[in-house]
């Protein structure tokens, strides 16, 4: 038979040691979990400041061009849709306050699309227009389109997100060499 080894007490110094080894090693991992949660936290306060603002079912209130030739003006969104004129079913413009940037996604009639393809033309459904905020004051963005084409001369927008009210103006030379300006304002609803 084998020979028990005898059970021998730990003194007061080996208790005290192996107390003092849990609390550091206790100690270590409340600090890797705070480490870890302060890079949480800034994760997550970075997404609170990020904000999305979309306005949309946005219709003409009042549009003056310079020639005269089409003035456009309806009480509603509803009223605008059935005008066999406008060749949208919808228009919206979306804040992005992360990019600073805020898009104009206007979605266009099916009526439309065939027309333009009886014509040989090919659109897209959604055509995006992209504009950066040059400007931010009290509850007004005020944005420039980073992409004026062969056409603008300059296409700017204010978005009052506090009345949902759009306000365009934009300047645009077709060929002709005369200069075509054009004023809009638009009433939309704030998606939710």
């Not at 400007?135 to 009345?163: H, M, S």
């Amino acid at each position: 038979m084998e020979k028990k080894k005898k059970y021998k007490p730990k003194g007061p110094i080996q208790i005290l040691a192996a107390i003092g080894l849990v609390i550091a090693i206790l100690w270590t991992a409340k600090g890797l979990f705070q480490f870890g949660s302060a890079g949480y936290k800034e994760v997550t306060s970075s997404k609170s400041n990020y904000k999305i603002i979309t306005l949309t079912k946005c219709y003409i209130t009042d549009l003056q061009e310079t020639n005269g030739k089409e003035v456009y003006s309806y009480k509603n969104w509803k009223e605008q849709t059935l005008d066999k004129r406008i060749e949208y079913e919808n228009k919206l413009y979306t804040l992005d306050t992360v990019t600073e940037v805020i898009t104009q996604t206007t979605v266009f009639k099916d009526t439309h699309l065939k027309r333009m393809r009886e014509n040989n033309l090919f659109l897209k459904k959604h055509s995006k227009v992209i504009f950066k905020i040059v400007d931010l004051g009290g509850n007004v963005a005020t944005a420039e389109d980073t992409d004026l084409g062969k056409w603008f001369k300059k296409n700017t927008i204010d978005v009052d997100f506090k009345t949902n009210q759009v306000y365009r103006y934009s300047e645009a030379d077709f060929g002709s060499g005369n200069l075509f300006k054009t004023a809009t304002t638009e009433q939309c609803q704030r998606q939710k």
